[in-house]
């Protein structure tokens, strides 16, 4: 799908779905892969952040159907967990890994200093406060281990972009987000023991009403040693 048309689909009104309701009924059309315009540009950008992956223990949290468990294995990762909190999400993912946790962002099953590198692509915005998540993703790493994360970029709330999907049935839903800015990533990662090393702001590239215009945020932060 082209970027003019998600963008587009960004700005007509649809019924908005919790994200438990949205995914159960976006998972038949949800690959394991970057499948449209926007999730290319994101990929790219967190490609270029991730750290060495050869021989690290991976989370891919709120993994979806499994597109960055892919990635790691691809990168030589020694073991590499899903999670997520919609069953129909996790069964794509089945067809990717066994290593899959179902279960939220919020409290994650996991034990503490367990994890070498926290892969979140796209999810963090789904939910209202970063708090909780940076708590729990500070606790599972490793010191010194490593998080990169992704989310659409909080221009989108100034464009009044919604992150819409058409499903099976046809019918087209936008799913519940909320943009955060730079600032509480950083307040959130500073009030759990995480230093931001590096960002991303991908623009949109090509002919299109936003070209130029930051649709990505990405972040690389690392656990600190005390
Ligand atoms: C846009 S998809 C991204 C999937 C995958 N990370 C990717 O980049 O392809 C967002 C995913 O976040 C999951 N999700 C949203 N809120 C969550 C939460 N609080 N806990 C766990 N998973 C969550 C959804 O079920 C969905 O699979």
Same mark, same amino acid.
């Given at each position: 799908?082209?970027?003019?048309?998600?963008?587009?689909?960004?700005?007509?009104?649809?019924?908005?779905?919790?994200?438990?309701?949205? =995914?159960?009924?976006?998972?038949?059309? =949800? #690959?394991? !892969?970057?499948?449209?315009?926007?999730?290319?540009?994101?990929?790219?950008?967190?490609?270029?952040?991730?750290?060495?992956?050869?021989?690290?223990?991976?989370?891919?949290?709120?993994?979806?159907?499994?597109? $960055?468990?892919?990635?790691?294995? !691809?990168?030589?990762?020694?073991?590499? =967990?899903?999670? %997520?909190?919609?069953? #129909?999400? *996790?069964?794509?993912?089945?067809?990717?890994?066994?290593?899959?946790? *179902?279960?939220?962002?919020?409290?994650?099953?996991?034990?503490?200093?367990?994890?070498?590198?926290?892969?979140?692509?796209?999810?963090?915005?789904?939910?209202?406060?970063?708090?909780?998540? $940076?708590?729990?993703?500070?606790?599972?790493?490793?010191?010194?281990?490593?998080?990169?994360?992704? %989310?659409?970029?909080?221009? +989108?709330?100034?464009?009044?972009?919604?992150?819409?999907?058409?499903?099976?049935?046809?019918?087209? =839903?936008?799913?519940?987000?909320?943009?955060?800015? $730079?600032?509480?990533?950083?307040?959130?990662?500073?009030?759990?023991?995480?230093?931001?090393?590096?960002?991303?702001?991908?623009?949109?590239? +090509?002919?299109?009403?936003?070209?130029?215009?930051?649709?990505?945020?990405?972040?690389?932060?690392?656990?600190?040693?005390?």
């Amino acid at each position: 799908m082209s970027l003019q048309k998600i963008l587009n689909i960004f700005r007509r009104p649809a019924i908005e779905l919790t994200p438990l309701d949205a =995914y159960a009924l976006w998972a038949d059309n =949800y #690959p394991p !892969e970057a499948h449209n315009s926007l999730m290319k540009i994101e990929e790219r950008a967190m490609i270029d952040l991730l750290p060495e992956l050869k021989n690290k223990i991976v989370l891919d949290l709120a993994c979806g159907s499994g597109r $960055y468990i892919l990635k790691a294995k !691809e990168q030589g990762a020694s073991e590499v =967990y899903g999670l %997520d909190f919609s069953l #129909p999400m *996790l069964s794509r993912a089945r067809d990717v890994s066994n290593q899959l946790a *179902l279960g939220n962002m919020t409290a994650l099953p996991f034990e503490s200093d367990s994890i070498d590198v926290v892969i979140c692509g796209l999810s963090i915005g789904h939910v209202r406060d970063l708090m909780p998540i $940076y708590r729990e993703i500070s606790r599972v790493l490793s010191p010194n281990g490593v998080m990169v994360c992704s %989310d659409i970029h909080p221009f +989108g709330k100034l464009a009044g972009w919604k992150r819409q999907f058409t499903a099976s049935n046809g019918l087209e =839903y936008s799913v519940e987000h909320h943009f955060h800015l $730079y600032k509480d990533h950083h307040i959130a990662c500073t009030s759990n023991q995480m230093v931001i090393e590096d960002v991303r702001e991908p623009v949109i590239d +090509g002919k299109h009403q936003w070209e130029g215009v930051p649709a990505i945020l990405a972040i690389r932060a690392r656990k600190t040693l005390n």
